[in-house]
């Protein structure tokens, strides 16, 4: 299976943007890029994902590489809520999209 | 729409009884997966099932462990004989064909 690599931990002030880097060089075309995040004391939340294309939604935007070896997860305005680890994760489209291979994550740390 | 359910939220077992956690998936949702999260630890993936059968069960361990989805009802993870090493957080993800989501998971903790 194709690995992610992130860094251990970022800071942000609150209301500032996060841009969270995720290094997948041994990606295949058909890996999709997924992001989760998971709380303190709560399960994976699912954030956002993408193929190619950069991707919008309510939680964040993902910005895809050219050459898809890498992508950054954008949070637009960090808020205390959004302190987590936040988990880039590779995989294919398939009945089994739910066996997911989390790694340490990038722990997000917000300050007011 | 309610999300993935488990339940208990928290267990707590003596060494040596068995643990059976519950995990109600979303409505409309036939794929069941497994996850355990030790202490410290990320999260590792455990077992795969449909509706009455065990699609990959390739991060179960080999003895004590076992999971089922019957045809009615939640599916189970039961774990026989707990030993203090099992004591971790158990998260359930149901999917329909697609994206999976994840239940607020099961604290158990083996005394």
């Known amino acids: 299976d194709a690995k992610t690599t992130q860094p251990n931990s970022m800071e942000s002030n609150e209301e500032e943007p996060v841009h969270l880097p995720c290094n997948h060089s041994?990606?295949?075309?058909?890996?999709?890029i997924h992001w989760y995040r998971q709380l303190p004391s709560q399960g994976p939340e699912y954030v956002i994902h993408g193929l190619t294309s950069n991707v919008n939604n309510r939680m964040a935007s993902l910005a895809i590489a050219e050459d898809r070896k890498s992508s950054t997860l954008i949070l637009h305005r960090a808020t205390l809520r959004d302190a987590a680890v936040y988990y880039c994760?590779?995989?294919?489209?398939?009945?089994?999209?739910?066996?997911?291979?989390f790694g340490a994550g990038t722990q997000v740390v917000v300050t007011p | 729409n309610a999300g993935v359910m488990q339940n208990p939220r928290h267990l707590v077992r003596r060494r040596g009884q068995e643990a059976r956690l519950r995990c109600s998936p979303m409505k409309g949702h036939s794929h069941v997966y497994w996850y355990r999260q030790l202490p410290e630890e990320g999260l590792k993936f455990m077992v795969y099932?449909?509706?009455?059968?065990?699609?990959?069960e390739s991060g179960m361990p080999k003895e004590r462990f076992s999971a089922e989805f019957p045809k009615e009802g939640p599916s189970i993870l039961r774990i026989q004989q707990v030993v203090r090493g099992d004591s971790a957080a158990y998260f359930c993800?149901?999917?329909?064909?697609?994206?999976?989501?994840f239940g607020q998971g099961t604290r158990l903790t083996v005394v």
């Open positions: 994760i590779l995989g294919v489209p398939t009945d089994s999209w739910g066996k997911l291979q």
């Open positions: 993800a149901s999917s329909a064909t697609g994206l999976a989501f």
């Open positions: 099932l449909q509706k009455e059968n065990i699609i990959d």
């Open positions: 041994t990606i295949s075309g058909t890996d999709y």
